[in-house]
């Protein structure tokens, strides 16, 4: 009969390196879109529904979005798309919440429901319809 495997904890360092490493990527693409402003054309891409429909998709917005984020202006961040602002909070806060848990060695599991999706992409449609309809025209970028 072989002996049970036990395993041995991972150090500190190991465990924060993945989390870490989103971060890292996280601020790069941060710094990037900080950096190259997506108000002048040319270096992104259009949104592919609004060139074809002129209907603003959830994200249209997002990488101006982003950029005023990057560079402190939240109210035109807001402005832009609020609904990755709103994103990009809850992202920060599921992040803490993750190097928290596994820094004090606990699961890295958020504990998210699938009840969460459906909440998520109900709030999505709503604000794409609300965005372009008349009433709406604040939410659009």
């Known amino acids: 009969m072989a002996a049970p495997v036990t395993r041995t904890p991972a150090r500190p360092a190991r465990r924060l390196a993945t989390p870490l490493g989103l971060l890292a990527g996280a601020a790069a693409a941060f710094t990037y879109v900080?950096?190259?402003n997506p108000n002048h054309p040319g270096h992104?891409?259009?949104c592919p529904l609004y060139a074809l429909t002129g209907v603003y998709c959830p994200g249209c917005g997002g990488l101006r979005c982003?950029?005023?984020v990057a560079t402190?202006?939240?109210?035109?961040a807001l402005h832009d798309n609020a609904l990755a602002v709103a994103g990009f909070a809850v992202c920060a806060v599921l992040w803490v919440r993750w190097v928290w848990r596994v820094s004090t060695g606990r699961p890295a599991g958020i504990g998210v429901g699938a009840h969460w999706g459906w909440i998520v992409g109900g709030l999505a449609v709503a604000f794409t319809v609300v965005r372009n309809l008349p009433f709406g025209a604040m939410l659009a970028p």
């Open 44 to 46: 992104y891409p259009v």
């Open 72 to 76: 402190g202006d939240l109210a035109t």
């Open 34 to 36: 900080g950096l190259v």
């Open 66 to 68: 982003a950029h005023a």
